[in-house]
C-alpha cells in the first residue's frame, strides 16, 4: 500500500512503538533525592513531606499546602475540610472526572452540574446561577486541561451567594491567572501529582488554601482525625484522641523527594510543553474540522492535555479519528466522557443525556493527543504527520 494511506484503511503505520498520549519525566536528579531519603532516617511522615508542602506553598503563595496521596484524596479531604456536607448541594461542571464530583459525594452532599463555558470548556456562571438553591453550598470549578476557568466570573457568582469556591486544579499545577499561580485564589484549591500531570509524585495530590481552620481540618482528616497533641495531657505524650471518621491519606518522604526534584525542573517542563503547543498550534491552524485548544484569558497556562476537538470539516468524526491514531500507534484519549451519561449519576441524581448542551457538544468531539515534556522532535513530527495523513485521506 502506499505510505500515505493510513493503516487503519490499509497502509503502514507511521511508527512502530506506541507513543502514549501523556507520560512522566525521571532524570538522574529524582533518583538521587530518592535514594537520599532510603539512606535517611524516615520514609513517611518525615521532614523531606514538610520541606515539599512548605515548597508547593511558597510556589503558589498560599499560607498551607498539605499534601496527600492523590488528586481524588486532595479533593475529598478539600470538600470536607471546606465543611460541605449532608443536606448540601455543590455545583460543579459535567465534563470532568468522577473525583471532581465526589468531592461533594464522599462529604454527603449532593453534585449538582451547570453547564459549561464551550470556549473555556469549564464552568459558565450564568449556567451556574440558574442551578443555584437555598442549599447550594459551594462551586467546584474545574480548570479544563490547564486553561483557567472564568475565575472572575465564578467569584462573582460566588459573592453573590456566599459560596465556597473549591477549586479542581489537578490539570493547571504551574500555570498562571491574571499573574497570580492557578490554584491561588480563594478558598481552597486541590492538585493532582499522578504520572501525566504537570509535576508527578508517582501518586500524589495537595491542597491549599489561605484559611487556617481549613487547613487544619485537612491535616487531621489526612491522619485519621486524630488530635497527637490534645490539651490537658501535656505530660502524656502519647496520649492521642480521635475526634470523627478520618482517612489514612498520608504521603511517603520518597514521594516529597520526587515531587521536589520536579518542582525544581518545572519551568523545564513548562518550556518542552509549550514548544509542542507551538508545533501543534502551527501545524493544525489550516486544518478544516479540528479545533484547537483555546487561547488563554488573561493567563499562562501550564497545559496538561492537548485537547482538539474534531468537527465535521475533518472528513471523518472522533471515534473514528481515535481509532485511526491508534491504528498508527499514536495514543489519543478523550477527556472525558460527561458525567450525567454514567449511571451512577443517572440513577441516583436524576440526570439525563441531553441535559447539559454545551459539555455534550464538546465531548463529541474532543481528542486529547500526546502532550508531555519526554517527546522528542521525531514523537511530535509523528503526531503532526498522522493527523495530516487523516486528514488528506478523508478530504
Aim: glycine fraction near 10%; hydrophobic fraction near 35%; include cysteine.
Amino acid at each position: 500500500m502506499g505510505k500515505h494511506v493510513p493503516a487503519r484503511y490499509g497502509g503502514d503505520p507511521i511508527r512502530e512503538e506506541v507513543l502514549g498520549y501523556g507520560g512522566q519525566s525521571i532524570g538522574d536528579g529524582e533518583k538521587q533525592r530518592v535514594l537520599d531519603v532510603l539512606n535517611g532516617d524516615y520514609i513517611t511522615r518525615g521532614p523531606t513531606v514538610d520541606e515539599f508542602e512548605n515548597r508547593v506553598a511558597d510556589f503558589l503563595n498560599v499560607e498551607h499546602a498539605v499534601a496527600t496521596t492523590s488528586g481524588t484524596t486532595a479533593l475529598h479531604l478539600a470538600g470536607e475540610a471546606a465543611g460541605f456536607g449532608p443536606g448540601d448541594e455543590v455545583i460543579t461542571t459535567p465534563l470532568t472526572f468522577v473525583s471532581t464530583a465526589h468531592t461533594a459525594t464522599y462529604a454527603g452532599a449532593e453534585p449538582v452540574f451547570a453547564d459549561i463555558d464551550p470556549h473555556r470548556r469549564a464552568l459558565d456562571p450564568d449556567a451556574v446561577r440558574k442551578q443555584i438553591t437555598d442549599d447550594t453550598a459551594g462551586l467546584v470549578p474545574m480548570h479544563y486541561a490547564g486553561h483557567p476557568a472564568d475565575i472572575e466570573g465564578l467569584l462573582e457568582v460566588a459573592d453573590e451567594h456566599d459560596l465556597t469556591v473549591l477549586w479542581d486544579a489537578c490539570h493547571g499545577f504551574g500555570g498562571t491567572w491574571r499573574g497570580e499561580p492557578l490554584g491561588s485564589q480563594r478558598d481552597l484549591a486541590a492538585f493532582s501529582f499522578h504520572p501525566v500531570k504537570n509535576i508527578t509524585t508517582g501518586e500524589g495530590g495537595m491542597v491549599v488554601t489561605d484559611d487556617d481552620e481549613i487547613a487544619e481540618r485537612a491535616r487531621q482528616l489526612r491522619s485519621f482525625d486524630m488530635d497527637y497533641d490534645p490539651p490537658g495531657h501535656e505530660d502524656e505524650p502519647w496520649y492521642q484522641i480521635v475526634e470523627g471518621v478520618g482517612y489514612n491519606y498520608n504521603v511517603t518522604d520518597i514521594q516529597a523527594a520526587l515531587g521536589l526534584e520536579q518542582l525544581d525542573r518545572l519551568e523545564e517542563f513548562k518550556q518542552r510543553r509549550d514548544e509542542i503547543i507551538a508545533r501543534y498550534d502551527e501545524a493544525f491552524a489550516e486544518i478544516s474540522g479540528i479545533r484547537t485548544p483555546p487561547d488563554p484569558v488573561e493567563s499562562d497556562p501550564m497545559y496538561h492535555l492537548y485537547a482538539v476537538e474534531i468537527r465535521d470539516g475533518f472528513g471523518c468524526d472522533r471515534s473514528e479519528f481515535v481509532n485511526a491514531m491508534h491504528d498508527e500507534n499514536i495514543g489519543v484519549q478523550v477527556h472525558y466522557v460527561p458525567l450525567h451519561y454514567h449511571p451512577l449519576f443517572q440513577e441516583e441524581y436524576g440526570y439525563e443525556r441531553g441535559d447539559f448542551s454545551d459539555a455534550e457538544r464538546v465531548y463529541e468531539g474532543l481528542a486529547s493527543l500526546p502532550l508531555f515534556p519526554g517527546m522528542n522532535d521525531r514523537d511530535v513530527s509523528d503526531v503532526v504527520h498522522t493527523v495530516d495523513r487523516l486528514y488528506s485521506y478523508h478530504s
